[in-house]
């Protein structure tokens, strides 16, 4: 079934977007740094969905970019598929573009891969699958 897995927000600082979420009466869930993509983040459990929240850990990351072009605010959205292999073949032959052909391994072990927003509606789109699927 596929359904949002969460919602990513490009933030300046961390820790002020957490107090927030947590004056809200939310979970916010330990902070996680994926070094590939140069970012450090926290998940912020929402019902059956998450926020992201990310951080860069870095100038020359693509969240880093993001806030100097954009500001804050809404980077991304993450659909959960269950078999990302599949989904991704089935959109590389109807002609989808991906930001990149390989499969990732991001926070939590969960396999993703992103979807150009020119496919898809102007949307950065991530598809996302649970970790350690067919071990």
């Not at 957490?18 to 998940?43: D, I, S």
């Not at 020359?60 to 659909?79: C, M, N, P, Q």
């Not at 927003?117 to 789109?125: F, H, K, Q, R």
Request: no cysteine; proline share 4%; net charge negative.
């Amino acid at each position: 079934m596929t359904q949002i897995d969460h919602l990513g927000i490009a933030v300046k600082s961390l820790a002020e977007a957490k107090k927030f979420y947590e004056k809200l009466g939310l979970n916010v869930m330990p902070e996680e740094t994926v070094e590939a993509e140069k970012v450090r983040l926290a998940m912020v459990p929402v019902g059956e969905s998450r926020i992201e929240l990310l951080e860069p850990t870095s100038p020359d990351s693509t969240i880093a970019k993001f806030l100097e072009k954009r500001g804050e605010g809404l980077h991304h959205v993450a659909l959960h598929v269950t078999d990302l292999e599949g989904t991704v073949e089935r959109l590389k032959a109807s002609g989808t573009r991906l930001i990149s052909n390989e499969i990732k391994i991001g926070a939590g072990g969960h396999r993703y891969v992103f979807v150009h927003p020119s496919s898809a509606g102007g949307v950065l789109l991530e598809l996302v699958e649970d970790a350690h699927r067919g071990a």
